[in-house]
């Protein structure tokens, strides 16, 4: 039990370095320097490393070690497309579970996004966003999609893409509404046009050379 929680706590670290910017694209990491700074095996580092290449955010490069990813729109892209299809079954399958309280969270939550949105306090606002979404995939009590979303959420659900506010509070409140009144094919749909919508955004500002990921931490 207690190696595992040494490789959660490590990974958890190493990935924020990297989604921070500590620790930038083409940096190399050393298995012994992470091991003796963290206070934790090597084993330890190199599962965890393992487990940020399976995520993207590091690569293995043969006889010369482990180095940072560059985290450029294309692969940020690619997890958006996996959220896409994920969190619309979330959102169809949460038509099922969701109760009344469960919906009034889900809506103190989106206000308080468009809330925070207007303060113009982006950190908070972004975490918060990430966490009514993961909320709505707990909602689906389904345990394969939960783990799913662990994995891509790392990328996918990190990085935030620049909309309207007022579209992204509008877009919450419909997605929120359908799981409300059990409309399973409006919830997925609404759910899945959300997350495309994001992903649209940062495809036409990196083909506009404009794009810079905004993390959430």
């Known amino acids: 039990m207690k190696a595992r929680v040494a490789r959660h706590h490590v990974r958890e670290e190493i990935q924020r370095r ?68 994920l969190e619309g079954l979330a959102a169809r399958l949460a038509c099922n579970h969701a109760g009344r309280a469960d919906i009034a969270e889900l809506r103190v939550m989106a206000n308080n996004i468009f809330k925070l949105a207007h303060e113009n306090k982006e950190e908070e606002m972004g975490s918060l966003d990430r966490n009514l979404h993961f909320h709505i995939i707990e909602l689906s009590r389904n345990g394969i999609l939960l783990r799913l979303a662990e994995t891509y959420r790392v990328v996918g659900m990190t990085v935030r893409a620049s909309r309207e506010p007022q579209i992204i509070h509008e877009e919450h409140l419909k997605i929120i509404e359908a799981i409300e009144h059990n409309s399973a094919d409006e919830a997925e749909r609404i759910a899945r046009q959300h997350v495309a919508g994001a992903r649209q955004r940062i495809e036409d500002q990196a083909k506009q050379g404009k794009f810079v990921p905004k993390w959430v931490g």
């Open 18 to 85: 990297i989604l921070s910017g500590e620790s930038k694209p083409g940096e190399r990491l050393s298995q012994q320097s992470l091991a003796k700074e963290l206070g934790v095996a090597q084993g330890a580092v190199r599962e965890s490393l393992l487990e940020l290449q399976w995520l993207g955010l590091v690569e293995s490069v043969d006889h010369l070690g482990v180095f940072v990813s560059n985290l450029d729109a294309s692969l940020i892209c690619e997890a958006y497309r996996v959220r896409e299809v």
